[in-house]
């Protein structure tokens, strides 16, 4: 970010520039110049060139431009803009879709012109608006020639009209929807601005129109008509000047009339308040009462700036009443020292990428010292490490001593364990392997209740992006093949909750009566061989499933969302996120289970609030981990207890708890529940992505 810039305007009439600097958190203006030209450049002829030249080597001559960034300002009657709205799409795509429509709307190969473009969108609006601006190139380097040949540091190209709508952003003269009228020599460019968005046209009527209209009625020169022009207001002929002038006037109004039709055509809701008159040629005396009066709106002049004054009195006195003619040259300043809402520029790409070099330099000579001092600092830590190394030789060798001790004696204990427990001991293999799963269940359960989005909370009840869990119920199965292939995932509900569990056996072969113990309605059967084996009981010795069989839990996740959307958000929210954690992203993440399946299983109105007007959002919490297989796992109830996991053989183990110092749910107190949608959520984990050689996964 610069701390101080030069605004350039290469006007027709006069060369305009102001320098901005930087005091503290703010800008002031340090210093300006107005540079008349001999003659208009329009009619200028061949000496247009010489005359901006000349312009320019005063300027630099007077005042001390090294050091400061330059933004340069282009005519918009010889730049190209159009406002597209594009259709809704991800942010990363944009510049994709705007470089297919410059290619569209640019009249010219793209490799022929410079070119650019700035989004406009409302904060609380999903709309993008894209403004895309084009200059030819040889234009542009034409304008930019006249500045490096002065050896100044040109950084900003900008088009007039939007350096003039930085200029009024940072001077908060947006007020609803205005127009800014910047009426110059050769054209006028009409801004109209609702603080968000921007629209552009420039008019090809200009202070010389005036000109040309009185040298052809009184048959006088373009000079001694310009003459007439400026000394209107006290001559005797005042009347006579003005007649022949209103053709213009007319022409004027009639194309901002034009303007605004097609500006309300385009933006409906927007509605014109008020128009803000700039440049030289609002000070023909009249022009400001006739627009008024025939556009029906308050035409109000600039008669100053809000940005800080000169510190020299005569200067800043100066300054403002220069105002209406600066505006262009004050927005190309700010928008150089980074301040300005429209940030685009026309600059070669040529000279950003060699700006971008320079500025890199400066690292590169850093760390390029940097580098030789961590080279001399590595040569004398090496020698200064070699000298302890060596002094450290004797108590190097007493502690290898000590290392070979320890592992002869580690090896001895492990060939007595292995002589005295023989190869057949595999209950207690598997009992060490326990430990190999102990961070399963915290895993599994924080990447549920992580799936389930608490936001917005702030809003209508209906419009929260909420999904509120009040119960995790989940059961162990050492082969899957049955459940991966059901059709109806409501049954799998069914088998972990024990509803019906005796009509599906074919699921699982540990099924007996019940959910919660052998004989009992639910648990295994005593006597089935495949559970007095030890195969039902995950970790025990047995016939165990078949070969290849893909073991882990069915989950049962039960809760309620206050969403309009109902089942449309929980497949966008929760559903979606469980289904992402595939066997492929869960193996690259370095986890122990992934989600094969997962489905809404049912959905209806909520009828029944749970305690304290809502459930509680959870997090993982407490000791240990979750219940294990037999049981039939974990189960989370609201509101829910501290403490920690149940054991791996445990009926019901304790899961999440409250957060008791953050009570996110304080805006559903009071609340009606009777447009909640309630939802059951089935989900199938299948433990060891990419692997199912393993035992005991718990």
Not at 18 to 47: M, Q, Y
Not at 169 to 187: K, P
Not at 259 to 272: L, N
């Amino acid at each position: 970010m610069a701390n101080s810039a030069w605004g350039i305007d290469l006007g027709n009439r006069a060369l305009k520039a102001v320098k901005l600097v930087r005091e503290g958190d703010r800008l002031r203006v340090d210093d300006f110049e107005i540079v008349e030209h001999e003659h208009i450049l329009s009619v200028a002829g061949d000496n247009k060139e010489s005359m901006l030249q000349t312009a320019l080597a005063g300027l630099v001559q007077r005042h001390d431009m090294r050091g400061s960034d330059v933004a340069v300002g282009v005519s918009g009657q010889q730049s190209f803009a159009r406002f597209i709205k594009l259709p809704p799409v991800e942010s990363k795509k944009i510049p994709e879709i705007v470089r297919f429509e410059a290619i569209q709307q640019i009249p010219f190969p793209l490799d022929d012109v410079e070119w650019a473009y700035q989004l406009f969108q409302a904060p609380d609006s999903p709309d993008v608006e894209v403004g895309i601006f084009a200059m030819k190139k040889e234009l542009v380097n034409r304008q930019i020639a006249y500045l490096t040949s002065l050896n100044l540091d040109v950084q900003v190209v900008q088009m007039m009209p939007l350096a003039v709508f930085n200029a009024m952003h940072a001077e908060q003269q947006i007020v609803g929807t205005t127009m800014f009228m910047d009426s110059g020599a050769e054209n006028t460019d009409l801004i109209i601005a609702d603080g968000h968005t921007v629209w552009l046209r420039t008019l090809p009527i200009g202070g010389n129109n005036f000109t040309e209209q009185l040298a052809k009625s009184f048959k006088l020169s373009f000079t001694k008509a310009e003459e007439l022009k400026r000394n209107a207001a006290t001559s005797k002929y005042a009347k006579q000047i003005f007649q022949a002038m209103r053709p213009v006037f007319a022409d004027l109004v009639a194309e901002i009339q034009r303007s605004i039709g097609f500006y309300a055509s385009v933006h409906r809701d927007a509605r014109i308040e008020r128009i803000v008159a700039l440049g030289g040629t609002f000070q023909l005396p009249g022009l400001q009462k006739y627009l008024q009066q025939n556009l029906q709106l308050p035409v109000e002049k600039l008669d100053g700036f809000k940005v800080a004054p000169p510190a020299d009195a005569k200067l800043a006195a100066d300054f403002a009443e220069s105002a209406i003619s600066l505006a262009g040259a004050y927005g190309l300043a700010v928008q150089a020292m980074g301040e300005g809402k429209i940030t685009s520029s026309l600059l070669p790409a040529a000279i950003k990428r060699a700006r971008m070099w320079r500025e890199k330099q400066k690292w590169f000579a850093a760390a390029a010292a940097l580098f030789v001092a961590g080279t001399l600092g590595v040569g004398g830590l090496y020698y200064a490490t070699d000298a302890a190394y060596k002094g450290n030789a004797p108590l190097r060798e007493q502690n290898m001593a000590t290392r070979k001790m320890a592992e002869d004696r580690l090896a001895r204990w492990n060939e007595q364990v292995a002589r005295i427990a023989g190869p057949s001991d595999e209950k207690s293999r598997l009992i060490k392997g326990l430990n190999d799963y102990k961070h399963l269940w915290p895993l599994l359960l924080n990447d549920i209740i992580s799936a389930a989005p608490v936001a917005d909370l702030d809003k209508p009840r209906e419009q929260r992006r909420v999904v509120l869990i009040d119960k995790i119920q989940s059961r162990y199965f050492p082969d899957l093949t049955g459940p991966l292939a059901a059709r109806d995932m409501a049954t799998l509900a069914n088998l972990v909750t024990g509803t019906g569990t005796a009509a599906f056996r074919g699921y699982d072969p540990t099924l007996g009566g019940g959910p919660l113990g052998p004989g009992g309605p639910g648990g295994p059967d005593p006597d089935d061989p495949y559970y007095r084996s030890g195969g039902g009981i995950p970790g025990m010795p047995g016939v165990g499933p078949p070969p290849g069989a893909k073991r882990g839990y069915i989950i049962v996740i039960e809760g309620f969302t206050p969403n309009a959307g109902g089942m449309s958000f929980l497949r966008d929210t929760i559903l979606q996120t469980l289904r992402s954690k595939s066997e492929a992203a869960q193996a690259q993440a370095g986890m122990p289970y992934y989600i094969a399946r997962a489905d809404i299983v049912s959905s209806k109105p909520r009828v029944t609030a749970p305690t304290g007007g809502g459930a509680a959002p959870v997090r993982p919490g407490g000791g240990g981990w979750m219940g294990g297989p037999v049981g039939g796992g974990p189960m989370v109830d609201t509101p829910f207890d501290p403490g920690g996991f149940g054991g791996p053989l445990a009926g019901r183990g304790r899961g999440p708890t409250v957060d008791p110092t953050v009570d996110r749910m304080e805006a559903f107190k009071g609340e009606s529940m009777e447009k909640d949608t309630s939802f059951t959520i089935v989900a199938i984990a299948v433990v060891d992505p990419g692997s199912q050689d393993q035992e005991g996964a718990r």
